[in-house]
C-alpha cells in the first residue's frame, strides 16, 4: 500500500502563476482533505471532499481550488500563486470525516512563491 | 468544534514517561478524542483514538476523566526519536472540519 502520494516534493513559483498539486491515495478512503501548514503553526484546513464529485471549503480556502472526480484523486489549484501562499501543503485521506483510525497524510509539498 | 487548550512545548530526558495534557471544556457528547505525532518535514501522524476511560496500544496511554473535560497523553520511557510535535483533536467521528491547532513541542534530550 503506498497510502497517500502527494507530488511534487518542492516547488517554486513567481507571483501570478498557477499550477496543481497532485495527490492520490489507494487505500479506497471516501474523505480526502488538503491542509497548509506555516513556521511555527499548525495545520489549517483549506477544501474537503466527502466523496467523488463533493467538496466543500475549509477554514482558508480563498486562492484555491479543488475537485473530485474520482475517488482516489484530489488536486489542489492555485489560481494565480501570491507570496502568501508560501506554505507545506499536506493532503489527507480517512474512511470518514475523524474516523475511528484517524487521518493518513501525504508527505507534503512545500511550496515557495517568489 | 470543542476548542482544545495544550501546553506549547515540554522538556524530557530519555527513559523518562512524558504526559501531555489537553484540555477541552467544551467537549460533546458525540465528541471523540484523538492525538497525532509529527515530526519535522513530515505528515502527522495517527497515534491514538478515545472516548472516555483509558485506552492503550503499543504507542502510548490516553487517560479520559469521567467528565471528559481533559484528556491526557502518556509516552512511556521517551526516547530520542519521540521528539515530535503532538497535536490533540476533539471531535465527533463524522466530523469533517478538523483542524489542528499549534501542538506540543516535545523534546527528549539525551
Known amino acids: 500500500n503506498a497510502g497517500v502520494t502527494q507530488t511534487p516534493k518542492f516547488q517554486v513559483l513567481k507571483t501570478g502563476q498557477s499550477m496543481t498539486l497532485q495527490c492520490a491515495q489507494d487505500m479506497n478512503h471516501e474523505y480526502m482533505s488538503w491542509y497548509r501548514q506555516d513556521p511555527g503553526m499548525g495545520l489549517r484546513l483549506i477544501h474537503y471532499?466527502?466523496?467523488?464529485?463533493?467538496?466543500d471549503q475549509g477554514e482558508v480556502p480563498n486562492g484555491y481550488n479543488v475537485s473530485r472526480s474520482t475517488t482516489e484523486d484530489f488536486p489542489l489549484r492555485l489560481l494565480s500563486a501570491a507570496p502568501s501562499q508560501t506554505s507545506v501543503y499536506f493532503c489527507?485521506?480517512?474512511?470518514?470525516?475523524?474516523?475511528?483510525?484517524?487521518?493518513?497524510f501525504g508527505s507534503g509539498t512545500r511550496l515557495t512563491v517568489v | 468544534l470543542a476548542k482544545t487548550t495544550q501546553p506549547i512545548s515540554m522538556d524530557s530526558y530519555e527513559g523518562q514517561e512524558v504526559n501531555i495534557t489537553c484540555s477541552h471544556n467544551?467537549?460533546?457528547?458525540?465528541?471523540?478524542i484523538t492525538w497525532y505525532q509529527q515530526f519535522p518535514s513530515q505528515g502527522p501522524r495517527f497515534i491514538i483514538q478515545g472516548y472516555k476511560t483509558k485506552v492503550t496500544n503499543e504507542v502510548a496511554s490516553l487517560f479520559i476523566p469521567a467528565d471528559r473535560k481533559s484528556s491526557t497523553l502518556s509516552l512511556p520511557r521517551v526516547s530520542l526519536s519521540d521528539t515530535a510535535v503532538y497535536y490533540c483533536l476533539v471531535g465527533d467521528l463524522n466530523d469533517y472540519k478538523l483542524s489542528f491547532g499549534a501542538g506540543t513541542t516535545v523534546t527528549v534530550r539525551a
Open positions: 467544551n467537549i460533546a457528547t458525540n465528541d471523540y
Open positions: 489527507a485521506s480517512s474512511l470518514s470525516g475523524t474516523g475511528s483510525q484517524g487521518y493518513t
Open positions: 471532499s466527502v466523496g467523488a464529485g463533493i467538496t
